[in-house]
């Protein structure tokens, strides 16, 4: 495995303000592997992937990330491990503007005062089509470009695993099936193993796993899934919530402005209408 979660807790706040985002979660993730991590808004999904990164610290239970217990680690040994053994994806690319794709992309090691394996660098650039990009800064690219160049990034010092926050939130349909492909292809072709946050069924879809998260627990955990199922499940667990979503109190609903007699509506908060 190359992540594993165990009786995994992450609650905020206290006493009655307390928010239990992550319920006694258990879940491994095997090498080699691409799996997407869905659910609705505040059903935990982020927190579960931040917290398997190392980003945010866990109330309880164990996570062995790459055969060492991540929860007994310092800062220090944290910052470590992500450097090394840990590559992030993010939606909004994270490029630094005045570098170069490939000054971009070796920057991890530049910050580590390491030096790219060649080879592995010349493989992440043919298999992610970047060949000819590589002296363009990201003004000069596209979206989907600058994704790639992101990805490249993330698997340049060999991870462990990789987790990908949104990666297609900032793209157009025609992108995002391009970076979804190109993630795909790392896992098939580079052997990489991922993790990706996404709201899309779609992108879901590209993963050769998908796990969807309600109410901080995981309720369903498809194999191969299809655009349609993840879809319908994702819309079965939106209407669970809503439907027991407690009613407005009383005190409530007598909180909402009411606009003075003859106003347009357009006199009202957007939050009110």
């Known amino acids: 495995m190359a992540v594993e979660a165990i009786d995994l807790v992450k609650d905020y706040g206290e006493a009655d303000n307390v928010v239990h985002a992550l319920r006694g979660v258990n879940v491994s993730f095997e090498r080699g592997r691409f799996t997407a991590i869905m659910g609705p808004s505040g059903s935990g999904k982020s927190t579960l992937m931040h917290t398997l990164a190392g980003l945010d610290s866990a109330t309880s239970g164990r996570i062995l990330l790459d055969g060492a217990d991540i929860t007994t680690m310092n800062d220090k040994q944290l910052t470590l491990l992500r450097r090394h053994r840990i590559g992030f994806i993010f939606q909004s690319f994270n490029l630094l503007p005045m570098f170069t794709a490939e000054q971009n992309i070796v920057m991890p090691l530049t910050l580590a005062g390491e030096k790219p394996d060649r080879k592995w660098f010349a493989l992440l650039v043919d298999t992610l089509g970047l060949r000819d990009r590589l002296n363009h800064r990201p003004s000069e690219m596209s979206g989907g470009q600058q994704q790639r160049v992101a990805i490249a990034r993330a698997l340049i010092s060999k991870p462990a695993v990789v987790f990908a926050d949104e990666p297609t939130g900032n793209l157009d349909s025609s992108s995002s099936a391009e970076v979804l492909e190109f993630l795909r292809r790392?896992?098939?072709?580079?052997?990489?193993?991922?993790?990706?946050?996404?709201?899309?069924?779609?992108?879901?879809?590209?993963?050769?796993?998908?796990?969807?998260?309600?109410?901080?627990?995981?309720?369903?955990?498809?194999?191969?899934?299809?655009?349609?199922?993840?879809?319908?499940?994702l819309t079965s667990q939106r209407r669970r919530s809503a439907a027991m979503a407690p009613a407005p109190t009383m005190a409530q609903l007598m909180d909402v402005p009411v606009p003075p007699q003859g106003a347009p509506a357009r006199h009202m908060r957007q939050n009110d209408r």
Do not use: C
């Open 186 to 233: 790392s896992v098939r072709d580079l052997g990489q193993t991922i993790i990706m946050v996404t709201h899309d069924a779609v992108a879901a879809s590209y993963a050769d796993r998908a796990i969807v998260f309600a109410d901080g627990r995981i309720v369903a955990d498809e194999t191969s899934p299809s655009a349609e199922r993840m879809n319908d499940l």
